[in-house]
Each structure stands twice: as structure tokens, then as C-alpha cells.
């Protein structure tokens, strides 16, 4: 019996050794920051119950809240727009503006939890206030629209520098010329940043230095070009936004030279400009064009307003692009307020003029649309995958790369190495597909300035050895987003695995899904 206690103890020490042995190995693999292939098991169970990472995530679409929003009844019958601003870039921190959408600002940034740490950020927002795109003026507008208050710079100059004139446009009309412009008579371009959008942009980047410097010390005092980047769409109103949001942040550098990245025009993911045509044929199947009743219903039942904005501005009621969605008004009537210019008139009547009652209900109109394109169609989500799915890649490989280099796992690209905040000035549908792929649990029309911040933070585990955790923290207009996926809800330090997972999942690593996507049927 002596004998076979003996064996007995030695078999129990023996296995004891070996999980000890096994533990002490798992610690050091849990350094490595867990980047798990979609659908596939994990093989560091340890490592995400620790970080509370889940990654099998639905990549269903998941319907988002009712709101008067997107309640067709309110829409239709209801008064005001819900307290929304569209008259001023003047207003709270934390109430839509149309003109001068909330984003993150010192006075109202949720502060991160003791115990995080800020390693990453990636900003990305709409430009800010223009003139109106020349498609949605009116046929003959009787009112002037003046831009005597900026200069607009275009030039070039050869490498190695030898200087360069600092030339801007200045518009002009030729008493020669017998045509008359698309737009609005005066010195402005359709569209062109506004002085008071120039303004606006100077004080978002004011704003964003403040809460990432001034508050929590993450960008350092003076510009970095080895750690902060900035990237354009191939449309030049965003270049002119980022001029000025630059010297918001970084005011010595006025009159200085500044890299913009921007992607070659027809593969540029920001804009998005990459031809997809799957996604266009989805988006047509059940938005503007279509005849799909979910669509045609909120038309036929505002059709006396739109039979009355046609005569008063003399649109033919035959006009597609007029008649398929509320865009072209929306966006008439949105920038003339902005820029505290008086509604429109009937050219051959000036005492018939469009009213703020009607003015408010084409912004609810329009509201309502961007909530139907972007999150209550059950197509919206394929059709945000497979057109804004490229830049997720590129957001999804940032993060890993930030996550590698933390860890030291890999040797990352010179292009790449050390970058923690990229900058990225966009449009109105680059933000509402981003924001249909996070799945918003309420969708509103992107004003201007209009932002998303994803912050990575990094947390230690618990574990031993140094192994952290990390998670991501995602801000819409300043607060915290909360989404309808059951994985994310408030999108407050969820787990980077699960978002990863989620990301891989849709559109692929690096958006490899993406072109057979776009060439098939979704």
C-alpha cells in the first residue's frame, strides 16, 4: 500500500509540474495580441476570457431603434425637426447641427475609465459648411451668393522646392460671355467651402487638439509628421477643410508645407469613389429610383409639398434627381440657412416664398431618408459593406498594426511605423455608411463636421508577464455611439477581438472580400 501511495503522489506531482509549465507558456504567447481568422476558433481561450473578447459575432443587420426619426407618421404630420439646428454653426455641444455637427470637445469628452490607456485614434469626419453642389440649385436663382470673404489656393510646385506663387481663384463674370452659370450669380463655386466653413473647420481642429493634447496628453505639443497623418478625398472641398483644421491644431504652422495622403481617384476608398457596382444596383432596388413601396410611400404621401417647391422654384416635376428623394431640396434649402440667407422666392412672385414650416418639413424628409438608406432597410448593411468596406479594412489594419507594434511581434512598415493618429476628411456618405456598418441604433443625416472617432485603448490583463488587453472606444458626435449589434450596444472599450471578428467577418482582412463582392450580386 506504501508502494502505491507513493506512485500515486508522484503521478499527482508529475501532472501538477505539467500544468504549472503549461500556464507559464501560455502567459508569455498571451503577449501577442490575439488577431484571430474570421470563424475560426480561438486557441487562446485564456487570453480572451481575460479581455472578455467574444468572437463569434453576428454579422447580421440589426434594425434600429423607432424615433420620430424614422416614424413616417411624424414625419409627415409632425411640426419642427426635433430640436435639430439648421440655422447657425452656433449652438450646445451636445445638439445635432446640421450646420456644425457636436464632436469631440473639452467640455462635454466622456473620460475613459481609470485604468485605460489611450494608444491609438482615428478621426474621421464630413467637411464643413459650402455653397450648395450646383445640381441643387434651382434652374434660375433669384438670390447672389458672394465668397469675396476667402481665397481658395491652387498651385504646384517641383521637388527639390524652388518656391512657388500663392495663387488663388478669384470668380469673375465676363460681360462677353452670354451664358449663364449653373447656381447662384456671384464669386463663389458650386460647391466651394464657405468663409464661415473655413472658420468652422480652423475651430474642429482647435477643438480636437484640445481634449487629445490640452486634456489627455496623447498628441504631443508640436506637430509630428512621423505620428500624425492626414488623408483627403479626391474632391477638393475636403483639402480646403484640412488646411485649415491643421492650423486649428497646430497654429505655427500657418503658411507651411503639409502632406495630405489621398488614394488615386477611381480607387479611392475615403470618398468613396471606387466603382461598386453591386452595391450601386442594391442601393437602387430600394432607394432614390427605385419602386420598392417601402421608398415610394414617404414620396407619394409628401407629393403636394413637392408639387408646391416645384412651381415656387420652377424645377420640372418631370426631373428624376428632383423627384427620387428629397436630397436636392434638403440640400437648397440647408445651405441657404446655414449661411443666414433668407429662404427662396418665386422668381415671378416674391411675395411667394418658401415658408420654415415647409423648409422644416423637407429636413424631416430628408432625415427620414438617410435613416431608411443607411440602417432601416434590411439591404442597407450589404449595401454599406460592399461600398465602404475597403476603408474598414484599411480602419481594421491600422489598429492591428498600432496593436503589433505595441506588442513587438512584427516588424510593421516604414510608411506605417509609429503613426497613433490619422486624420481623415470625408463626406456625408462616407460617414452614413460608416456608421450603417457599426449598425447606429439611430441614423440621422450626417450635417457638416459630422464625426466618428475610434480611440484603441490598452488595458493590463491580469495575467502576469505584461500581457494587455486592448479594446476600442467609438465616439459619434462627441459621446459614446451605441449600436444595435448585441456585441457592441454602447461602443465603450468593446473587446478589439470582437470587433476584428466583426470587421473581418463583412468585409475580410485588408477588405479582401470587397472586389468579388462589388462584381457579384448581394
Not at 17 to 26: E, G, L
Not at 53 to 77: C, F, G, M, Q, Y
Not at 290 to 311: C, G, I, V
Not at 422 to 443: E, P, T, Y
Request: hydrophobic share 35%; aromatic share 10%; proline share 5%.
Amino acid at each position: 500500500m506504501k508502494r502505491w501511495h507513493k506512485a500515486l503522489a508522484a503521478l499527482v506531482l508529475g501532472l501538477l509540474f505539467i500544468s504549472v509549465a503549461i500556464t507559464k507558456t501560455k502567459n508569455r504567447s498571451d503577449a501577442v495580441p490575439h488577431l484571430p481568422t474570421p470563424g475560426a476558433p480561438s486557441d487562446d481561450k485564456g487570453h480572451e476570457q481575460s479581455c472578455r473578447a467574444d468572437v463569434d459575432v453576428s454579422l447580421e443587420w440589426h434594425p434600429p431603434s423607432k424615433t420620430d426619426v424614422n416614424d413616417l407618421r411624424n414625419v409627415i404630420d409632425g411640426k419642427g425637426v426635433y430640436g435639430f439646428i439648421f440655422n447657425s454653426s452656433a449652438g450646445p455641444h451636445n445638439t445635432y447641427n446640421y450646420c456644425n455637427m457636436p464632436r469631440v470637445h473639452p467640455d462635454t469628452y466622456p473620460a475613459a475609465k481609470d485604468g485605460y490607456k489611450l494608444e491609438y485614434v482615428e478621426v474621421i469626419h464630413r467637411h464643413h459648411k459650402r455653397t450648395p453642389y450646383a445640381t441643387n440649385a434651382f434652374p434660375v436663382e433669384g438670390d447672389t451668393w458672394f465668397c469675396d470673404d476667402e481665397r481658395l489656393f491652387f498651385g504646384g510646385e517641383p521637388t527639390p522646392g524652388t518656391g512657388s506663387a500663392k495663387t488663388h481663384w478669384r470668380v469673375y463674370a465676363s460681360d462677353s460671355n452670354p451664358l449663364t452659370p449653373v447656381g447662384f450669380v456671384g464669386t463663389c463655386q458650386y460647391p466651394q467651402i464657405t468663409g464661415d466653413g473655413l472658420i468652422d473647420s480652423r475651430q474642429h481642429g482647435t477643438d480636437i487638439k484640445k481634449v487629445y493634447q490640452g486634456m489627455l496628453h496623447f498628441l504631443p505639443e508640436k506637430f509630428d509628421r512621423d505620428t500624425i497623418t492626414y488623408r483627403v478625398t479626391n474632391n477638393v472641398i475636403t483639402s480646403q477643410v484640412a488646411s485649415q483644421a491643421i492650423v486649428g491644431m497646430w497654429p505655427g504652422h500657418t503658411n507651411l508645407d503639409h502632406d495630405l495622403l489621398i488614394q488615386q481617384s477611381s480607387i479611392d476608398s475615403l470618398e468613396p469613389a471606387y466603382a461598386c457596382n453591386a452595391a450601386k444596383k442594391l442601393y437602387g432596388s430600394y432607394g432614390p429610383g427605385s419602386s420598392s413601396n417601402n421608398w415610394t410611400t414617404h414620396l407619394s404621401q409628401s407629393a403636394p409639398l413637392k408639387k408646391r417647391l416645384d412651381k415656387l422654384s420652377g424645377v420640372k416635376s418631370s426631373a428624376s434627381d428632383w423627384s427620387n428623394s428629397w436630397d436636392h431640396y434638403f440640400d437648397n434649402l440647408s445651405t441657404r440657412l446655414c449661411h443666414q440667407k433668407e429662404l427662396p422666392c418665386n422668381i415671378e412672385d416674391p411675395s411667394d416664398c418658401v415658408t420654415m414650416e415647409e423648409a422644416k418639413k423637407v429636413f424631416r424628409l430628408g432625415e427620414y431618408e438617410y435613416s431608411f438608406i443607411y440602417r432601416d432597410s434590411e439591404k442597407s448593411l450589404r449595401a454599406s459593406i460592399a461600398s465602404y468596406g475597403i476603408w474598414v479594412g484599411e480602419l481594421v489594419h491600422n489598429l492591428r498594426i498600432r496593436i503589433a507594434e505595441l506588442e513587438a511581434v512584427t516588424e510593421v512598415s516604414a510608411e506605417s511605423a509609429s503613426v497613433r493618429y490619422r486624420h481623415n476628411f470625408a463626406h456625408d456618405g462616407s460617414v452614413a455608411r460608416l456608421l450603417s456598418i457599426l449598425q447606429a441604433d439611430q441614423m440621422v443625416w450626417p450635417g457638416m463636421g459630422a464625426e466618428v472617432v475610434f480611440e484603441l485603448f490598452s488595458e493590463n490583463s491580469g495575467m502576469g508577464g505584461g500581457a494587455r488587453c486592448y479594446y476600442l472606444r467609438v465616439l459619434w458626435g462627441g459621446q459614446i455611439l451605441r449600436s444595435s449589434h448585441p456585441a457592441f450596444d454602447l461602443m465603450d472599450m468593446v473587446p478589439v477581438d470582437t470587433f476584428f471578428a466583426y470587421a473581418d467577418g463583412l468585409v475580410g482582412v485588408r477588405g479582401s472580400k470587397i472586389p468579388n463582392m462589388c462584381r457579384g450580386t448581394l
